[in-house]
């Protein structure tokens, strides 16, 4: 562990974390190269007015100085294999009831409708536990068994309950609430103004999941309006089943039960990392707060994303990492093109609870870079489109105080895009490209980095995503004495057993600590 930082130009180099997750190696490991073969970008134009598309060549052979704390070498061809193993799922269909989208009218007498998805965020300090409580009884968020399903809404009032003190000194000191309602309607203000722009009027709408606006409340206003075609854009550059995947079930449910929504023309954008627009206004971002620093050249760039369960990636088949590394990639090639060759890193924030999350993880990736010497930090929140909680107290307060302590002198951080016109234009464009599509299948080809994602109706992009989940590894059905996997499991099957019977009891009983704290008479 006892290696020199150099310059990127010099004969040492820094590596890569790892482009695919069946992947580890021992955290001895540190530096070395990256040398990434990158596919000929490919623009379409079909039956829509748009800029002209221009081919261009990415570099082959690029070497970049890359920092982590524990991700083994691993050749271009594995990125290619790892992205088609968990993108696979999001590609959407081809299948015989495919519309000739190149003979359809953009607008026409139609109209058009895009719908924003959000996470959502406590407005007030009150508004926290019930956030909380919302976002924890969703079970893309906290997976139980199914034989405990019943215990989800029960188990997310005990954890809001107990987490919320925190979170509410955390929302405190941004302000009282999360700014991520107010930042995403200037969003889709600033959207509805770029498509008109661009002569395609259309209405933005806002749902949120854990918060107002509801998806539901937007879905119900979309009805009121009369919308004919429906565009759905999460506001998420990567995908996740705890994030998109979450909101389009939901959606996915809504659209069940309604006549209206049936009948109605829509398709979704899953993810949009890869996008021209995107890359390059995050990397005019970075630009601008490089030059803030004495020495430019010496920063290391530190890209932080919102982490996920490890299981979600191994067990359930989330692209979510995968999409992640390869748009980590993408804006060091868009900066490699601006002759900025910075060494940099990317590694997960947000854990909670005790069971393992996409590693490595940000406040252990910090003390590690201060160890290595690091004195300059440029902190970019690379999965977050709007300053929340997660950048406004987590990065900005959290992790810089750590930096500082860990002997990083000087510390920088790139806001999150927000209203940014190039991001919003990009968006815009996004959506016309897309309009093609509404009620009909399309290709995506993600090798070839289309600028056109995958897309397809919320319920055949589920279905899709859900038959290629690969299966849980099979249970442990004897029990082993030791440290060993088996103990681990029956211990909790014995603990889960145990909650399950304390319940029982004050049911039955109408006393002990649930009662006390006043969370179950909600429930009876």
């Not at 895009?417 to 993600?446: H, K, Q, R, W």
Request: net charge negative.
């Amino acid at each position: 562990m006892n290696q020199s930082i150099q310059n990127p130009s010099s004969s040492a180099t820094f590596p890569p974390p790892c482009l695919s997750s069946a992947s580890r190696i021992p955290k001895s490991s540190l530096l070395f190269p990256r040398a990434i073969s990158t596919s000929q970008r490919i623009c379409r134009c079909i039956g829509v007015q748009m800029d002209a598309c221009v081919n261009s060549n990415l570099p082959k052979n690029s070497v970049v100085a890359k920092y982590s704390s524990g991700w083994s070498d691993i050749q271009s061809s594995n990125l290619k294999q790892s992205l088609n193993k968990y993108s696979l799922p999001l590609r959407a269909l081809l299948t015989s009831k495919t519309q000739d989208v190149s003979s359809k009218p953009l607008v026409g007498d139609e109209k058009i409708g895009v719908l924003l998805l959000n996470l959502g965020g406590p407005e007030t300090l009150e508004d926290v536990q019930p956030f909380l409580f919302n976002l924890f009884a969703d079970p893309d968020i906290i997976r139980l068994p199914r034989l405990f399903r019943f215990l989800q809404k029960p188990l997310a009032q005990f954890i809001s309950v107990l987490r919320a003190p925190k979170s509410k000194e955390g929302y405190a000191s941004i302000g009282g609430g999360s700014p991520l309602r107010r930042i995403t309607d200037a969003q889709a203000e600033e959207l509805k103004k770029s498509l008109c722009e661009k002569n395609v009027p259309a209405e933005v709408y806002v749902g949120m999941r854990y918060w107002h606006p509801f998806t539901e409340e937007a879905i119900e206003q979309i009805k009121r309006d009369g919308i004919t075609k429906l565009v759905v854009l999460p506001l998420y550059p990567q995908f996740s089943i705890s994030t998109s995947g979450s909101s389009l079930r939901l959606l996915e449910s809504i659209f069940r039960e309604d006549e209206y929504l049936v009948n109605m023309q829509h398709t979704v954008i899953p993810s949009w990392y890869q996008r021209e627009g995107y890359i390059k206004a995050m990397a005019d971002l970075i630009e601008k707060e490089l030059e803030k620093f004495d020495n430019p050249e010496k920063v290391v760039i530190f890209f932080s994303a919102h982490g996920v369960p490890l299981a979600y990636v191994e067990e359930a088949g989330d692209p979510y990492k995968a999409e992640m590394e390869e748009c980590v990639d993408l804006i060091i090639e868009e900066l490699e093109k601006r002759k900025i060759n910075n060494a940099y890193t990317l590694a997960y924030q947000s854990r909670v609870g005790p069971v393992e999350w996409l590693k490595p993880y940000t406040d252990e990736t910090i003390i590690d870079l201060g160890k290595k010497g690091v004195k300059n930090l440029l902190a970019v929140p690379i999965s977050f489109v709007s300053e929340h909680i997660e950048t406004l107290e987590e990065i900005d307060v959290e992790y810089k105080e750590l930096a500082l302590k860990s002997g990083i002198e000087k510390w920088g951080r790139v806001p999150a895009l927000g209203c940014e016109p190039t991001f919003i234009s990009d968006l815009a464009d996004a959506v016309i490209e897309s309009l093609p599509y509404v009620g009909a299948m399309a290709v995506s080809n993600l090798e070839a980095r289309q600028s056109l994602v995958p897309l397809g109706s919320v319920e055949e992009l589920l279905a899709v995503y859900d038959s290629q989940r690969r299966e849980l590894p099979a249970p442990v059905t004897v029990w082993q004495w030791g440290w060993t996997k088996s103990a681990e499991t029956w211990n909790g099957r014995a603990a889960m057993l145990a909650v399950l019977v304390l319940l029982v009891l004050e049911v039955t009983t109408g006393e002990g600590f649930l009662h006390q704290w006043g969370i179950l008479p909600l429930f009876r």
